[in-house]
């Protein structure tokens, strides 16, 4: 028979080098889950991502086990990496902060794709775009 579910939380961490301090420490703890487990099956599992930004929910059952999936991380995370900046515009419309090739979009967009509500390439590359539109992010084709 399967588990109760008790609560599923949403977190974002640095991959790889997550730490019981918050936003993770007080989100699993007052579910009772043990927090020293989930950062080291956490870290283990995202060692390759070193210390860009993902997102994970967080599956608690009855018993105080757990699991979790770790998602793609943000797109604007992998789009300020791509433009090799610090931060997006304050003012996208009139003050441009970087550039990205369309190449570097498609390839944004393959990574995100299992997360996106988009049922081609096409359409993932998109919303991608409108995001590093929303940013400040010219694209260059």
Do not use: C, H, W
Not at 19 to 26: F, H, Q
Not at 46 to 66: A, H
Not at 78 to 84: G, I, S, V, Y
Not at 105 to 112: F, S, Y
Request: aromatic share 4%; net charge positive.
């Amino acid at each position: 028979m399967a588990k109760e579910v008790v609560v599923k939380i949403k977190l974002q961490a640095p991959g790889g080098k997550a730490t019981p301090a918050p936003p993770i420490g007080p989100a699993l703890g007052q579910n009772g889950v043990n927090i020293g487990q989930f950062v080291s099956q956490f870290n283990e599992r995202t060692r390759d991502l070193n210390g860009m930004t993902v997102p994970v929910v967080i599956t608690v059952f009855k018993d105080k086990s757990f699991t979790f999936e770790v998602k793609s991380p943000p797109a604007a995370v992998l789009l300020k990496q791509a433009a090799e900046i610090a931060k997006g515009s304050g003012i996208p419309n009139k003050e441009k902060v970087g550039t990205v090739t369309a190449e570097q979009v498609r390839k944004i967009a393959e990574t995100k794709f299992k997360d996106l509500n988009a049922y081609d390439l096409d359409q993932a590359e998109k919303i991608i775009r409108g995001t590093a539109r929303s940013m400040g992010v010219d694209v260059i084709d």
